[in-house]
């Protein structure tokens, strides 16, 4: 199964959120992607934010969590000819309306996010990370 992350999903790994729960799903999913029993993806776009989020770490740090991640999540590129289709497309924002072109250029089966509803109108299903942990480990 090709799964692809949205960048909450990879941020609720590395940053320690209010609601201990999401860090543990997402670091679930992550070591689901570690171990090879699912293929995860990312957008090169969620890479500027990672380091973003981290900027309080030093440049080597920061390369070392994503150089970490990047062992086993595959990079998917955001292309000249997503412009078009995100701005012609339904979904309200462009940054998700990016990740869902990166997703489909991935063939992606799924996309897993905590934030469904910027997701509506995307043509590769939906799904949080919750459901996804209840359908892969159950």
């Known amino acids: 199964m090709r799964v ?11 940053v320690r959120r209010d609601d201990p729960g999401l860090t543990e ?19 090169v776009l969620s890479i500027p934010t990672v380091a973003y989020v981290l900027k309080n770490m030093t440049a080597s740090a920061k390369r070392g969590i994503i150089r970490d991640l990047t062992s086993f999540i595959s990079v998917l ?16 924002d462009i940054e998700d309306a990016l990740q869902v072109q990166s997703a489909l250029e991935g063939t992606c089966d ?3 996010t905590r934030n469904d509803k910027d997701f509506a109108a995307s043509p590769i299903p ?12 159950t």
């Open 4 to 14: 692809f992350l949205d960048t909450n999903v990879i941020l609720d790994a590395i």
């Open 126 to 137: 939906v799904i949080s990370p919750e459901d996804f942990l209840n359908r892969i480990v």
């Open 77 to 92: 590129p955001s292309l000249p000819g997503h412009v078009s289709s995100i701005l012609e497309g339904g979904l309200p």
């Open 25 to 43: 799903n997402a670091t679930l999913i992550l070591s689901l992607g570690e171990a090879r029993v699912v293929d995860l993806y990312m957008s």
């Open 110 to 112: 799924l996309i897993v």
